[in-house]
């Protein structure tokens, strides 16, 4: 079996094209930074199979980002049998330098230039041209068209490998690598005299050079008076006046593209203006349009319940009671979700997140960390588990770990339903979905404060040492293709985040289930516990069943409501009601406008869902930082309901 | 002048300034630049983002333009080789150019 791998620059439909070979279902989406692993898969064609690869994307293999160093050890130390350099066609002037050093270390290549059909709008590129400077198989393509795929299959099919591209490295440079005898290619010598360490360490291991007799070369080098830092330089700049070189000779502007829609995106007032409103569509979309099916779905899992547990029979309690928590669950969550991902994707495609980042950078700069972190904050609007894996687009470990700390003060979709419900029975002052998206809009503008406030605190005590740096690209707007946003937002993110919760609220069933049902001294679990939390949940503001669904809802955010219902209710199983309902039984149990406040804030922040979590865990890799993420939204909450409490 | 030169020594220094500004006169640090209004690099100092920069194609001699302000006047986005990138003003201070 070959092996192919898919190297590219960031947002340049890398992920197209692999989804496309493969027929696999990666997400992608108009901003840097989508895969950090490597995915691989297997694609057959005529009588061929190959695996395939795809590398996170990458400007270049020199610099030091986590991206770049996968992709560059990939493709220096992984035999790979044909590596295929996808291009952004109509930026070939800065991208052609990932190609270049590619071909440095391999002449087993495959330039794609992708995005031709919109490339040629601005640019003509003469592609015969750049194959005979190249001296390796050129094709143009666009990732959505069908013909263009199988042309890309063909040329891997009939590959043959080719004296690819000769380089006439500067006079100097030349002379240092003749200097180093070991028996290594040009590029091994030239990164050996540069000056990223880890690299060096990996290729004398990997070609068994003893690291003294490499370090007593360098010493002899040093006398005559190289510098690495100065070597390295050299190279960069060599690279890039190549790759500029090459691309004038090849590319013709037509025409420059106009950055009118960005002037008002950014501008003083409007560009607040215009990130408010669509905030506030998005969620008035989403509200407006998802409590139809969810109610549809209700009465569907409530048809199902009732001839499924139509006779009793062996558990048929449990059975039922996780079956309900697992139902309402479903119900609840995918409409929201369902509508949700798409909108987001659809900004997200357009190329409208980079110019959030943008605004808002200049507000993260105080808080000691960078814009960036705004797009994590909105992918934790979806779900928690996904910005929290976002994070690593950031360039610092610093401010990695503040959206990784912080990600979770943004309410996730899961908390969307219950913070709907409390609003629509306590603050809807005008009986209409545009009121009440506006008061969800102020309520995810109270939580971006606090994680502003919050990131700041952090960057003053714990996270100190980094200084942040900001450098974004902002891409041309892109028309996003509305059916594979449909699709992948479904298959990917909407399933995705569904199959979790169901696991999730499977184990929440089975939880409820033991704390309602297992009894002592004639009182279930559920309510000693929350006769025990009763004294705490004053000084807060709230009551011990509250509480209590808190930390019941550790597996999914979702069961909050439903499980506080039950306790209250002494029932055990979960029951659906409608509004007025609920809003009767809380009125029963001396809730009031500052009962729900206070209810609001611990839901709001308390502490990241088993999900969330486990990724969390899985990212930073330590318990510390772990157990910080689980403290710091928890004491947050907690001092607030008491403020809060205490105030009013 | 320059029998004034040789009786005022800080006349001298003044003379002397005018002259370092009439040679420097349009090299200037690249947040100070105008938008819209197209300027080439001239030289970048030492500082993390340089060989970054050094790819993304901010070589002495190429044009860039500064194109958009964010709302609070920093970052600002430069158009440089077809490709818009956003740097902070602290770190475009860096990197010096001439009209």
Redesign the interface.
């Known amino acids: 079996m070959k092996k192919i791998a898919l190297v590219g620059n960031p947002n340049v439909g890398k992920s197209t094209i692999f989804n496309a070979l493969t027929k696999s279902k990666e997400h992608t989406g108009n901003w840097t930074g989508k895969t950090v692993e490597v995915s691989s898969s297997i694609f057959k064609y005529k009588d061929e199979e190959y695996q395939i690869y795809d590398l996170p994307g990458t400007y270049s293999l020199r610099s030091n980002s986590k991206e770049e160093e996968v992709a560059r050890d990939f493709i220096s130390f992984h035999d790979v049998d044909i590596t295929v350099v996808i291009l952004d066609a109509s930026l070939l002037e800065r991208n052609l330098n990932l190609a270049l050093q590619v071909l440095e270390i391999t002449n087993k290549v495959i330039v794609v230039l992708n995005l031709m059909d919109e490339a040629k709008k601005e640019v003509d590129i003469d592609l015969k041209k750049l194959e005979s400077y190249l001296n390796v198989d050129v094709i143009g393509m666009s990732a959505k068209n069908k013909k263009d795929l199988n042309h890309l299959k063909e040329t891997i099919y009939h590959f043959k490998e080719r004296s690819g591209y000769t380089f006439s490295y500067p006079r100097d440079v030349k002379h240092l690598v003749e200097f180093l005898d070991f028996k290594l290619d040009d590029w091994a010598k030239i990164r050996l005299l540069e000056n990223d360490y880890e690299w060096i360490d990996k290729i004398l291991l990997k070609y068994h050079i003893k690291k003294d007799v490499y370090l007593n070369k360098k010493l002899e080098l040093l006398e005559e008076g190289y510098d690495a830092d100065k070597f390295t330089l050299t190279m960069y700049k060599y690279f890039s006046s190549l790759c500029f070189f090459i691309a004038s000779k090849v590319v013709k502007v037509k025409k420059t593209t106009s950055r009118k829609i960005d002037k008002i995106l950014t501008h003083k007032v409007y560009g607040f203006i215009i990130l408010f409103f669509f905030l506030l569509l998005i969620l008035w979309i989403t509200l407006s349009l998802s409590s139809y099916p969810t109610n549809l779905l209700l009465s569907f899992f409530t048809y199902l319940e009732n001839k499924i547990f139509i006779k009793e029979f062996f558990f048929s309690n449990f059975f039922k009671s996780v079956f309900h928590v697992v139902t309402f669950v479903v119900s609840v969550m995918t409409p929201p979700m369902a509508i949700f991902f798409p909108l987001f994707s659809y900004l997200e495609e357009l190329g409208f997140l980079p110019r959030i980042a943008f605004n808002l950078d200049a507000c993260f700069k105080k808080c000691k960390s960078c814009g960036k972190q705004s797009l994590t904050m909105m992918m934790g609007l979806g779900c928690n588990a996904v910005g929290v894996m976002g994070a690593r687009i950031m360039d610092s470990k610093k401010e990695r770990l503040l959206s990784i700390l912080t990600n979770v003060f943004m309410p996730c979709n899961g908390r969307f339903p219950t913070l709907i419900t409390i609003f629509i029975m306590f603050f809807s002052f005008f009986n209409s979905n545009l009121f009440v998206s506006l008061l969800l809009a102020l309520t995810i503008i109270f939580c971006i404060l606090i994680t502003l406030f919050i990131s700041k605190l952090l960057s003053l005590t714990i996270l100190k040492k980094d200084k942040s740096t900001f450098l974004l690209e902002l891409p041309k707007f892109r028309k996003p293709n509305i059916i594979s946003i449909l699709k992948t937002s479904f298959l990917d993110k909407t399933l995705k985040v569904l199959k979790k919760a169901v696991k999730a609220s499977f184990l929440a069933g089975i939880i409820i289930f033991v704390f309602s049902n297992v009894k002592i001294n004639g009182n279930s679990l559920l309510i000693i516990s929350s006769n025990l939390l009763d004294p705490f949940g004053h000084l807060l503001g709230v009551d011990g069943p509250i509480l209590l669904a808190l930390l019941l809802s550790f597996p999914a955010n979702e069961i909050i409501l439903p499980s506080l219902l039950m306790i209250y209710l002494n029932q055990n199983s979960l029951e659906v009601l409608g509004n007025d309902a609920i809003k009767e039984i809380f009125i029963m149990h001396g809730w009031d406008i500052k009962e729900a406040i206070c209810f609001l804030i611990l839901l709001l922040f308390h502490f990241p869902c088993a999900t969330t979590l486990s990724i969390i865990h899985s990212e930073v890799k330590s318990i510390k930082w772990t157990f910080l993420s689980i403290l710091i939204p928890l004491t947050v909450g907690i001092l607030l309901a008491f403020f809060v409490n205490i105030i009013m | 002048m320059k029998e004034t030169l040789f009786v005022d020594k800080s006349l001298f220094y003044v003379f002397k300034k005018t002259i370092t500004y009439n040679i420097m006169g349009d090299s200037m640090y690249l947040d100070e630049c105008v938008l819209e209004k197209e300027y080439k690099i001239k030289d970048m100092k030492d500082f993390?983002?340089k060989?970054?920069?050094?790819?993304?194609?901010f070589?002495k001699g190429?044009t860039i333009k500064p194109?958009?302000?964010?709302?609070?006047?920093?970052?600002r986005?430069y158009?440089i080789?077809?490709?818009?990138?956003?740097?902070?003003n602290e770190?475009a201070h860096f990197i010096s150019v001439i009209e």
């Open positions: 993390p983002l060989l970054r920069l050094f790819e993304l194609g070589l190429a194109i958009l302000e964010s709302p609070f006047k920093n970052p986005a158009l080789k077809g490709s818009v990138f956003a740097l902070r770190d």
